[in-house]
């Protein structure tokens, strides 16, 4: 077994949940910490899960060397409640988490965008994808990995009656989606999980975006390779 030790953030999503599976069964990391407002719903010798507020790091982590960042976090302009609140958990908290990492002495830093992301975007969704990823993208990591998935399909705890009735519609056309439109397929959380694990094993210095079909192609792979 290998001596890494992986920091999750984003553990109780949909991606997280999927990431947290993988990570545990994967042999390159010795311990897997989650960091979030709640305790991931399962026990494992390698699992320490961290509770609480996001400027509660530094002290929490205080001593304990940490290899690769994995940030799963993100909301809804729905479940958040104001643009502010979005605001606050996917710019905010993720800017943060990636500034504590470099304090961390974290080598890599792996983060779940958005398809379309762009800081000058009308969309305040996608222009706030694009402006976190413009704050993070240059900070002190060896490796700077941003993956902008389009829509994300799997067993979700909360219903998202829209998000559904998008999903089947997408799913619909999807086989029609071909070339440029290629990328704005929905994609699985599972496959998401993978490419982000596979990635992070190439330990590449740089920075790098992966589109969602090539996010797709890593994460197929990864499972190939390991079923």
């Not at 530094?58 to 290899?67: E, F, S, W």
């Not at 990492?101 to 992301?117: E, R």
């Not at 440029?180 to 210095?205: F, S, T």
């Given at each position: 077994m290998g001596d890494r030790t992986a920091l999750?953030?984003?553990?109780?999503?949909?991606t997280g949940k999927n990431l947290l599976d993988i990570l545990l069964a994967n042999d390159s990391y010795s311990r897997v910490i989650t960091a979030g407002r709640r305790k991931p719903d399962r026990e494992h010798p390698k699992l320490s899960a961290l509770e609480g507020q996001f400027n509660s790091l530094p002290d929490l982590l205080k001593g304990i060397q940490i290899d690769d960042i994995y940030c799963c976090l993100g909301t809804t302009l729905k479940k958040a409640g104001s643009r502010p609140a979005f605001y606050k958990v996917d710019f905010e908290y993720v800017l943060n988490l990636a500034e504590y990492g470099v304090d961390f002495g974290a080598?890599?830093?792996?983060?779940?965008s958005s398809a379309g992301a762009n800081a000058q975007s009308s969309s305040f969704y996608i222009r706030v994808k694009g402006q976190v990823e413009n704050a993070v993208k240059n900070?002190?990591?060896?490796?700077?990995?941003?993956?902008?998935p389009s829509l994300l399909v799997g067993?979700?705890?909360?219903?998202?009656?829209?998000e559904r009735v998008f999903e089947r519609l997408?799913?619909?056309v999807s086989p029609l989606m071909i070339?440029?439109?290629?990328k704005y397929r929905p994609i699985e959380a599972r496959i998401?999980?993978?490419?982000?694990?596979y990635i992070a094993a190439g330990d590449i210095p740089g920075v790098y975006f992966y589109e969602s079909d090539e996010i797709n192609a890593i994460g197929r792979n990864y499972q190939d390779?390991?079923?």
């Amino acid at each position: 077994m290998g001596d890494r030790t992986a920091l999750l953030a984003g553990a109780t999503g949909l991606t997280g949940k999927n990431l947290l599976d993988i990570l545990l069964a994967n042999d390159s990391y010795s311990r897997v910490i989650t960091a979030g407002r709640r305790k991931p719903d399962r026990e494992h010798p390698k699992l320490s899960a961290l509770e609480g507020q996001f400027n509660s790091l530094p002290d929490l982590l205080k001593g304990i060397q940490i290899d690769d960042i994995y940030c799963c976090l993100g909301t809804t302009l729905k479940k958040a409640g104001s643009r502010p609140a979005f605001y606050k958990v996917d710019f905010e908290y993720v800017l943060n988490l990636a500034e504590y990492g470099v304090d961390f002495g974290a080598s890599q830093f792996l983060l779940i965008s958005s398809a379309g992301a762009n800081a000058q975007s009308s969309s305040f969704y996608i222009r706030v994808k694009g402006q976190v990823e413009n704050a993070v993208k240059n900070l002190n990591y060896r490796g700077m990995h941003i993956l902008r998935p389009s829509l994300l399909v799997g067993q979700r705890d909360e219903i998202r009656t829209g998000e559904r009735v998008f999903e089947r519609l997408l799913n619909l056309v999807s086989p029609l989606m071909i070339g440029p439109l290629e990328k704005y397929r929905p994609i699985e959380a599972r496959i998401v999980a993978a490419a982000m694990v596979y990635i992070a094993a190439g330990d590449i210095p740089g920075v790098y975006f992966y589109e969602s079909d090539e996010i797709n192609a890593i994460g197929r792979n990864y499972q190939d390779r390991t079923s």
